[in-house]
């Protein structure tokens, strides 16, 4: 359920794979990893992502 909220939250904030990366502070594929469900993504994550 998270992976949907994640790419939602993405495409709602109009951001790319890579802008969303350079917000978090992290590569592409490791961004992309989290959008695939591989890795959970943090809450200072969610809040850094509120925040842009």
């Known amino acids: 359920m998270y992976k949907s909220k994640l790419i939602?939250?993405?495409k709602c904030l109009?951001?790319?794979?890579?802008k969303i990366?350079?917000?978090l502070h992290m590569d592409v594929s490791c961004y992309s990893r989290r959008e695939k469900?591989?890795?959970k993504i943090s809450?200072?994550?969610?809040?850094?992502?509120r925040k842009s």
Do not use: P
């Open 14 to 18: 109009g951001f790319s794979q890579e």
């Open 21 to 23: 990366a350079e917000a």
């Open 43 to 49: 809450s200072e994550q969610w809040q850094k992502l």
């Open 37 to 39: 469900g591989q890795i």
């Open 8 to 10: 939602e939250t993405r």
